[in-house]
Nanobody
Framework: QVQLVESGGGLVQAGGSLRLSCAAS????????MGWFRQVPGKEREFVSA????????YYGDSVKGRFTISRENAKNTVYLQMNSLKPEDTAVYYC????????????????????WGQGTQVTVSS
């Protein structure tokens, strides 16, 4: 059973930064990809970013491009999300996700392709 544990959420002022971490219980090298999604109550889950574990290629949602950076640390089976220039509209619960199976490029943003999920971490950006 794969477990993903997020950390690093919190309260920050607009314009500030946070770094989220997601540690996997399994060897992350066995994953095809890991990603971050976020959700606000009453809204659908939104794709934030993903990384192909072996190639290191990265993908971002339009709303975070240029502000967020995803990275991985193979030795620690951990993926990070560095969030800069945070805006109040970034406020959400952020979820880490992982998958083993390969899908074509466009499917990195499809949450249904990720069978493994963390418990979520709250990020609140005040104006």
């Amino acid at each position: 059973q794969v477990q993903l544990v997020e950390s690093g959420g919190g309260l920050v002022q607009a314009g500030g930064s946070l770094r989220l971490s997601c540690a996997a219980s399994a060897r992350a090298g066995s994953f095809n990809a890991m990603g971050w999604f976020r959700q606000v109550p009453g809204k659908e889950r939104e794709f934030v970013s993903a990384i192909n574990w072996s190639a290191g290629s990265t993908y971002y949602g339009d709303s975070v491009k240029g502000r967020f950076t995803i990275s991985r640390e193979n030795a620690k089976n951990t993926v990070y999300l560095q969030m800069n220039s945070l805006k109040p509209e970034d406020t959400a619960v952020y979820y880490c996700a992982a998958r083993v199976q390969y899908y074509p490029g466009a499917y990195y943003s499809n949450d249904r392709t990720y069978p493994y999920w963390g418990q979520g971490t709250q990020v609140t950006v005040s104006s």
